[in-house]
Each structure stands twice: as structure tokens, then as C-alpha cells.
């Protein structure tokens, strides 16, 4: 079993379309800041630095910090295959490939409130088995989660306030965010623009 997952960029398997997760983050970037100047940090992650996550699965108990995209070669397709071994379904061991659009949701919340601290994903993929079984036992489950498509994540910070955390992937405008104050977590996923608590 994997305990530390801390590999360096691969030019294996690119996507064969690297501008466009440029133009998507961009895009991604722009809608949290509205029509005023883009902020200098999120401009430059963006288009000029290398993406990488960082992040802590108390789950497992792994660290992850890993490159998945560069301006060279776009997403790299190994990567994020390491990504989503990080976001496995826990309860059973499942894989699924995950959406980079949710990994670049999380990249930019990085980017904003958490630089260089790992965020903590209480909650990454989910097998079809798994999310029924959550579904009986709390209602709050939805049975056509996001979870399933490796289209969402639970996030919270380890010493900042989830309300921050909230208020910034809100601003992102891109996919659903949930708030769970009492749980100390909120919910981002790639499906389309929502918001609920």
C-alpha cells in the first residue's frame, strides 16, 4: 500500500490537447475575479507555472504532492493517474480516472487561501457499492453523486476556516460547491453552476 505519493512531472501519456486546459483554467480564473484584472498569482499559476496539487487524504493517512499539468505538455495522463489513486474509494480500494476540470478547481483554491500547505479531501471518488451504502445510512447522500464520476471532491483546511474556503470556491463559479459548516467541509465538484449548505 501506497503511504507518500510525491512524483515529478512525466512526459508520458500528454493530453493531446494542452491548450485547452489553458484556456479552461483561464477561463476558471477569470470568473472568480469577475471582469476586474485577473489576480497576478492565479495569472501566472495559469499559464506559466507548472499545476500540482498537494494534498492529505486522512482517510489513508497519504500525503500527495504531485504535477499535473505544465505549459509544455498540458495534463499529463500518468499524473493524473497518480491523483486518483490518492482520491481511490477508500472504503474498497476503487480507481477512477478523475476529471482534471475538478482538479483544476482545486488547484486554483490552492492557489488562493492554501499555498503551499496540503488541503485536506475527506472524500475523493466513490464506487457505485460505496455510495449506495452511504445513501442508506445518511440521506444528505445524494444516490446520482458527482463522487461516482470522479467529478467531486470534500475538502476542508487543516487550521483555516471552512466559511474562507467556501466563499473562495464560490467565487471560482465553476461547478457545484456545497457548505457543511457542522461536518467542517465543503463539496466541489465539475457539473454545472449550484450552490447549497
Known amino acids: 500500500?501506497?503511504?507518500?505519493?510525491?512524483?515529478?512531472?512525466?512526459?508520458?501519456?500528454?493530453?493531446?490537447?494542452?491548450?485547452?486546459?489553458?484556456?479552461?483554467?483561464?477561463?476558471?480564473?477569470?470568473?472568480?475575479?469577475?471582469?476586474?484584472?485577473?489576480?497576478?498569482?492565479?495569472?501566472?499559476?495559469?499559464?506559466?507555472?507548472?499545476?500540482?496539487?498537494?494534498?492529505?487524504?486522512?482517510?489513508?493517512?497519504?500525503?500527495?504532492?504531485?504535477?499535473?499539468?505544465?505549459?509544455?505538455?498540458?495534463?499529463?495522463?500518468?499524473?493524473?493517474?497518480?491523483?486518483?489513486?490518492?482520491?481511490?474509494?477508500?472504503?474498497?480500494?476503487?480507481?477512477?480516472?478523475?476529471?482534471?476540470?475538478?482538479l483544476d478547481q482545486l488547484y486554483a483554491l490552492q492557489v488562493q487561501i492554501n499555498p503551499g500547505r496540503p488541503i485536506h479531501v475527506i472524500s475523493g471518488y466513490r464506487s457505485p457499492s460505496t455510495n449506495r451504502m452511504l445513501c442508506e445510512s445518511n440521506r444528505r447522500v445524494a444516490r446520482n453523486s458527482y463522487h461516482i464520476q470522479a467529478m467531486a471532491l470534500d475538502i476542508r483546511l487543516p487550521d483555516g476556516r471552512i466559511s474562507d474556503l467556501y466563499q473562495v470556491a464560490r467565487s471560482l463559479g465553476a461547478g457545484g460547491v456545497g457548505y457543511y459548516p457542522r461536518s467542517n467541509f465543503i463539496h466541489v465538484d465539475s457539473g454545472p453552476v449550484r450552490y447549497w449548505s
Open 1 to 102: 500500500m501506497r503511504t507518500d505519493v510525491a512524483l515529478q512531472p512525466s512526459n508520458n501519456k500528454k493530453d493531446s490537447q494542452p491548450e485547452l486546459g489553458r484556456r479552461g483554467f483561464l477561463k476558471l480564473a477569470a470568473g472568480s475575479l469577475g471582469a476586474l484584472a485577473l489576480a497576478p498569482a492565479l495569472l501566472e499559476a495559469a499559464v506559466r507555472r507548472d499545476r500540482y496539487l498537494l494534498f492529505y487524504n486522512p482517510n489513508t493517512g497519504e500525503s500527495v504532492r504531485q504535477v499535473y499539468w505544465t505549459p509544455r505538455d498540458g495534463y499529463i495522463h500518468e499524473a493524473i493517474g497518480e491523483l486518483s489513486w490518492g482520491l481511490r474509494d477508500h472504503h474498497n480500494g476503487e480507481v477512477k480516472q478523475f476529471d482534471p476540470n475538478v
